[in-house]
Structures are given as C-alpha cells and as structure tokens.
C-alpha cells in the first residue's frame, strides 16, 4: 500500500511537470510555460492579503461583512470545532481513566438459607447481632487503562489531528471561493450597471431617430413601414433595459445572501468598473502552488489521515490488554469505614484477541484501504485540477485582453457610424434600414465590451483564487 502511495504521488508530480512542459526546478525556480503571460516572478501573489489585492473600499466592506455574517461560513467553524473535540476525545482514550464511586443498599437474608443460618451464627461485635436488614455502603475510586503497545489509540488521534487540520484548510478553502464569489458578483453589479446607462443612452438616441422619422413620414418622405420599424427598435431595446434591471435586482440579492443579509441595496460605483485596476500576477514556482492552495492541503490532510486509519484497522487484529483497580472502603456502617478492617482493594488485568468470527474487523480494514487509495486519487484530482485552473485563467487573461483591444476599436468606429449614418439618413444619401442597422451594431457592441472587461476582471480574481490567495 506505501509503495502504491508513493507510485501515485511521483505519477502525479510527472503529469505536472508534462502538464507545464518544463520541468519544475526548485533550485532555478523555473516558470512553466503555461504561466506565460504572468510576471516570472519568485514570489507568489497568493501570499497578498486580499484586502490588498482589492483596492475598492465598496468592495472591502462587503467581503469584511461576509467574513463576520456568511451562515455557511459559520456552519463550518462549528464543524471545525467538532473536529477538534474530536481531537481531544481521541487523546483520552490512551490515557488511564479514574473516577470515584459511592453505592449503597440494605439486604434481608432469609433465615433458613445457608446465608442466612450462617448470619444468625455470627456476632458482628462481642454481644451484638447482625442487624436486619443489613446494610452496605461503600466508597472508593476505580482506575482502568488500556495499553496503548500497537499505537491503535494514538493513530487514531492523530489521524483526528490531521482531519482537524484539513477542516481549518477547508474553512480557508471556503473563504477563498467566498472572496472570489463576493467580488466577482460585485463587477458583475457594476458591468450591468454601465450596460444599462448605455442601453439608456440608446434609447434617447433612438427616441430622437423616431421623432425624425415621423417628421418625414408626415412629409411623405418615408413611409409608415419605416415608422414602424424604428418604434420596434425602440421597444425591443426598452425591453431590454427591463431584463438588466432584473438582472441587477438578482444579483444585488445574491451579493446580500453571500454578504449575510436581506436583500437591500449595495453601495457601489459604477464608474470604478474601467477605472479598476489590479496589481501584476506574481505564479512564483510550481512548488509554491501546493504551499498556498488550501484544497490541496486540506486533500493532503486527508490522505495522511487515512494512512493512520489503515494502522488502527490493522492493529485490531491485535490483542488488547486492560488494567483495572480499585480502592476504597466498604462496611454496613458508615461509622467504622476508616478503619482497617474496611478496607477494600483490587488490581486486575486482561488480555483479549480476536480469533473466530473476524469478519466484521477484516470489514473494516478493507474499509479503511479503500478510503486510502480514494484519499490517493482525490488527492491527485485535486493537484490536476488546480494545475489546470492556473493554465486557464493566465490564458483567459491574455485573450481577453486582446479581446478587449480589437473590441474597443470595433465600439469607436461603430459609434462614429452611428452619426455618419444619420447624417447620410437626413440627406437621403442612405435609407432608414442602414441606419437601424448600425444603431443595432453599435449597442451590441458596446454591451459586449463591457462584457469583455467582466471577464477581464473575473480572470484577475480566479488568477488570485487558482493560486491559492483569498483567505488571508
């Protein structure tokens, strides 16, 4: 099973170093290529604190108020403390355990028993009888241990220790997505908010168009048809407008379900969304991705603990061996406990090793393998994902960019379109269709460019999450 482990890591290094195309030097601290686009730096922008990462304070305050309010987010800080009452529950079963015991009772001994006839032969003291009924009140403390000699109770501790530990790397996990989440839906708000000032200015512009129009439809210099068309344009981009406004409405409430709170409005600047800007990419070594990313530590945690459950199945097969003792005093009369003669006291042990019937211990070692080798495969999921998700987003990065740049020349010579086009339409140089046409053009236009910076901005936040950044 060790030599399988080991196989699957050394595997799983290779399809990293294949994965980038070059091999990972520690000592040279080599950039893969699939980093390429990114500042080739030693560093790691995973290590700045996100509230450095995030320059908008509308921004910082949301996250700030998620951190303190997220239900989800307080969900699995209780869990972490369960784990670590775990933790501590796990180390007592190793220790001795001690306690103090006091009982109590009377007893009638029938007459005409052995018991009995033997009692009524007896004198407690010179002259006095047994008394009827007679009590027996004891009091004492126990001791029990059991002899931890194959390490089954501290494997199993410590494969507690490491399921706490990857509860706090989940937790940080959380908080990585949370921030990216948080942030990603608050430039989403601002893309629509721009979308919808400019869907605004398009339907004054395409207001005018129609009052043009209907002017030169009076004087039958177009007809009806055209009317029509142009008021159509202008419903259809009304309509639209009301689906943004949805949208807005949609998003303000989820950015508040991640935030904590009922729906209300987020404060925010819709002007920031062209003018935001974040600091250079720093990948530092592909070594340091395993260093930052809290799943991949939190996977790691795992399969450590459960190569220790693997250890505590197998030493079921064991014997175990208990000790117990106990001292204390026990009379029928509380008046004469402290005297020597009440004195109690015992010291036992036992041996005990399964040898028939071992079917449900063997259950429960192949148990404990299988979730071995699934911890062995999650863990290089995990690896392979997070691999992937740095290559996607530095390429998502690049191509929007130059995304970014073509469409913005598309947007200026549409936009001087727009008024060639009218100028064209009031000299009867070009017909009412043309310039419908390019009013179309020049709104899809500019909506798609304010897209086009949404996933700018998303790539630059899932850069800085697929790093490992976001929870400190």
Same mark, same amino acid.
């Given at each position: 099973?060790?030599?399988?482990?080991?196989?699957?890591?050394?595997?799983?290094s290779?399809?990293?170093c294949?994965?980038?195309?070059?091999?990972?030097?520690?000592?040279?601290?080599?950039?893969?290529?699939?980093?390429?686009?990114?500042?080739?730096?030693t560093?790691?922008?995973a290590?700045?604190?996100w509230?450095?990462y995030?320059s908008?304070?509308?921004?910082?305050a949301?996250?700030?108020?998620a951190?303190?309010?997220?239900?989800e987010?307080?969900?699995t800080?209780?869990?972490?403390?369960?784990?670590?009452?775990?933790?501590?529950?796990?180390?007592?079963?190793?220790?001795?355990?001690?306690?103090?015991?006091?009982?109590?009772?009377?007893?009638?001994?029938?007459?005409?028993?052995?018991q009995?006839?033997?009692?009524?032969q007896?004198e407690v003291?010179?002259?006095?009888?047994?008394?009827?009924?007679i009590?027996?009140?004891?009091?004492?403390?126990?001791?029990?241990?059991e002899?931890d000699i194959?390490?089954?109770? @501290?494997?199993?501790?410590?494969?507690?220790?490491?399921?706490?530990?990857?509860?706090?790397?989940?937790?940080?996990?959380m908080?990585?997505?949370?921030v990216a989440?948080?942030?990603?839906?608050y430039?989403?708000l601002?893309?629509?908010?721009?979308?919808?000032v400019?869907?605004n200015?398009?339907?004054?512009?395409?207001?005018?168009?129609?009052?043009?129009?209907?002017?030169?439809?009076?004087n039958? @210099?177009v007809?009806?048809l055209?009317?029509?068309?142009?008021?159509?344009?202008?419903?259809?981009?009304?309509n639209l407008?009301?689906?943004?406004?949805?949208?807005?409405?949609?998003?303000?409430?989820?950015i508040?379900?991640l935030?904590g709170?009922?729906?209300q409005?987020?404060?925010r600047?819709?002007l920031?969304?062209?003018?935001? @800007?974040?600091?250079?990419?720093f990948?530092g070594?592909?070594?340091q991705l395993?260093?930052?990313?809290?799943?991949?530590?939190k996977?790691?945690?795992e399969?450590?603990?459960?190569?220790?459950d693997v250890?505590?199945a197998?030493?079921?097969?064991?014997?175990?061996?208990?000790?117990s003792a106990?001292?204390?005093?026990?009379?029928?009369?509380?008046?004469?406990?402290?005297?020597?003669?009440?004195?109690?006291g015992?010291?036992?042990?036992d041996?005990?090793?399964?040898l028939?019937?071992?079917?449900?211990?063997?259950?429960?070692?192949?148990?404990s393998?299988?979730?071995q080798?699934k911890?062995?495969?999650?863990y290089?999921?995990?690896?392979l994902k997070?691999?992937v998700?740095?290559?996607?987003?530095?390429?998502?990065?690049?191509?929007?960019?130059?995304s970014y740049?073509?469409?913005?020349t598309?947007?200026?010579?549409?936009?001087?379109s727009?008024t060639?086009?009218?100028?064209l339409?009031?000299?009867?140089?070009?017909d009412?269709?043309?310039?419908?046409?390019?009013?179309?053009?020049a709104?899809e236009?500019?909506?798609?460019?304010?897209?086009?910076r949404?996933?700018?901005?998303?790539?630059?936040?899932?850069?800085?999450?697929?790093?490992?950044?976001?929870w400190?």
């Amino acid at each position: 099973m060790h030599k399988y482990i080991a196989a699957t890591l050394l595997l799983v290094s290779i399809a990293g170093c294949k994965l980038f195309k070059e091999p990972i030097r520690a000592e040279n601290k080599t950039v893969p290529s699939a980093y390429n686009g990114a500042t080739q730096d030693t560093t790691n922008s995973a290590n700045i604190k996100w509230r450095h990462y995030f320059s908008d304070p509308d921004l910082i305050a949301l996250i700030d108020t998620a951190l303190k309010n997220n239900q989800e987010l307080n969900i699995t800080m209780q869990e972490i403390q369960v784990a670590q009452a775990e933790v501590r529950a796990r180390k007592g079963e190793y220790l001795p355990f001690g306690g103090l015991k006091l009982g109590g009772g009377v007893e009638k001994t029938p007459r005409y028993t052995p018991q009995g006839a033997v009692e009524d032969q007896l004198e407690v003291q010179p002259g006095r009888r047994f008394p009827e009924p007679i009590g027996d009140i004891a009091v004492s403390a126990a001791f029990s241990w059991e002899l931890d000699i194959w390490k089954k109770l @501290r494997n199993a501790k410590k494969a507690a220790v490491s399921r706490y530990l990857a509860s706090i790397e989940g937790k940080n996990f959380m908080v990585t997505n949370l921030v990216a989440e948080i942030a990603e839906s608050y430039y989403e708000l601002l893309t629509l908010d721009n979308q919808l000032v400019i869907i605004n200015q398009n339907i004054d512009i395409q207001k005018n168009a129609l009052g043009i129009i209907r002017q030169q439809k009076d004087n039958a @210099r177009v007809s009806q048809l055209a009317v029509n068309r142009f008021d159509a344009q202008l419903l259809n981009t009304q309509n639209l407008q009301y689906e943004i406004q949805q949208k807005i409405v949609e998003t303000e409430n989820h950015i508040n379900y991640l935030v904590g709170r009922f729906p209300q409005p987020v404060r925010r600047n819709p002007l920031t969304l062209n003018t935001v @800007r974040f600091d250079s990419i720093f990948v530092g070594t592909p070594a340091q991705l395993f260093e930052n990313r809290p799943d991949i530590r939190k996977a790691e945690q795992e399969l450590a603990a459960a190569k220790l459950d693997v250890k505590v199945a197998k030493a079921s097969f064991y014997p175990t061996i208990h000790l117990s003792a106990e001292i204390g005093f026990q009379a029928f009369n509380p008046a004469v406990w402290f005297r020597p003669e009440s004195l109690l006291g015992s010291i036992f042990g036992d041996i005990a090793a399964p040898l028939i019937n071992r079917n449900a211990i063997k259950a429960a070692y192949f148990t404990s393998r299988a979730n071995q080798v699934k911890a062995v495969y999650g863990y290089e999921q995990t690896i392979l994902k997070a691999y992937v998700e740095v290559a996607n987003q530095f390429s998502a990065i690049d191509k929007y960019s130059k995304s970014y740049d073509t469409k913005s020349t598309e947007v200026d010579i549409l936009t001087q379109s727009i008024t060639v086009s009218d100028k064209l339409f009031r000299s009867a140089r070009a017909d009412y269709m043309e310039v419908l046409l390019t009013q179309r053009e020049a709104l899809e236009s500019r909506m798609q460019l304010i897209e086009i910076r949404n996933k700018q901005l998303k790539a630059d936040i899932n850069i800085y999450k697929a790093l490992g950044g976001g929870w400190k």
